[in-house]
């Protein structure tokens, strides 16, 4: 059964960090690039940053590069977002996806709220 489970999400002041983390099971994690997304309420859900199988290529959304890092234990099937210097604007469910040739699964997501 294929699961990405996350946590770590919850109520932080502006200016706090989070380190929101994925567990994944079911599936070939290191074969599988994974992301982080965001969707705030009436907004879509956007891309917040992305990792290669094995780590050697990220991105991210031009509002969360500097503050956030993504990363990934293939050893754990983990992939993490460290979030520093959160802002109001940050606030919105956060979502892990895993992505390979054929196959997509998206977590049930964890709230994130900045809030002072």
């Known amino acids: 059964q294929v699961q990405l489970v996350e946590s770590g999400g919850g109520l932080v002041q502006p200016g706090g960090s989070l380190r929101l983390s994925c567990a994944a099971s079911?599936?070939?994690?290191?074969?599988?690039?994974m992301s982080w997304h965001r969707q705030a309420p009436g907004k879509e859900r956007e891309l917040v940053a992305s990792?290669?199988?094995?780590?050697?290529?990220?991105v991210y959304a031009d509002s969360v590069r500097g503050r956030f890092t993504i990363s990934r234990d293939n050893a754990k099937n983990t992939v993490y977002l460290q979030m520093n210097s959160l802002k109001t604007e940050d606030t919105a469910v956060y979502y892990c996806k895993a992505l390979s040739p054929g196959f997509i699964y998206w977590g049930q997501g964890t709230q994130v709220t900045v809030s002072s």
């Open positions: 990792i290669s199988t094995f780590g050697s290529s990220t």
């Open positions: 079911g599936f070939t994690f290191n074969t599988n690039a």
